[in-house]
């Protein structure tokens, strides 16, 4: 049984970091897809970032330069380091996971994974 865990999330004021984690269960991160993506209330569903079994990464165009995603296949976890966090980056955010081999950036575009977690919760003050 697949088991996506997330925690990090917090209240930070804008400019704030924050890492995330996503501790995986009954799948191996470095043999799947994974991502984080979030979801704010009104809002549509947004993929920030995948990092594929070879290592390779992609982010959306709103993070790049600001945040990293990264894995520790011994500890079988990803991360999100999310550095200038920035009021508009409030959300849910949830780490994904699926084996589909459409590439980092069909991901990121679609932000539709098969397996997700609960969510944490990402609120950035102004």
């Known amino acids: 049984q697949v088991q996506l865990v997330e925690s990090g999330g917090g209240s930070v004021q804008a400019g704030g970091s924050l890492r995330l984690s996503c501790a995986a269960s009954?799948?191996?991160?470095?043999?799947?897809?994974m991502g984080w993506f979030r979801q704010a209330p009104g809002k549509q569903r947004e993929a920030v970032a995948v990092?594929?079994?070879?290592?390779?990464?992609s982010y959306a165009d709103s993070t790049i330069g600001r945040w990293t995603i990264s894995r520790d296949d011994a500890k079988n976890t990803v991360f999100l380091e999310m550095n200038g966090l920035e009021p508009e980056d409030t959300a849910m955010y949830y780490c994904?996971?699926?084996?589909?081999?459409?590439?980092?950036?069909?991901?990121?575009?679609?932000?539709?994974?098969?397996?997700r977690g609960q969510g944490t919760q990402v609120t950035v003050s102004s």
């Open positions: 994904g996971a699926d084996r589909r081999p459409y590439g980092g950036n069909w991901f990121i575009t679609r932000a539709d994974f098969t397996y």
């Open positions: 009954g799948l191996t991160v470095s043999a799947y897809y």
């Open positions: 990092i594929e079994s070879g290592g390779w990464t």
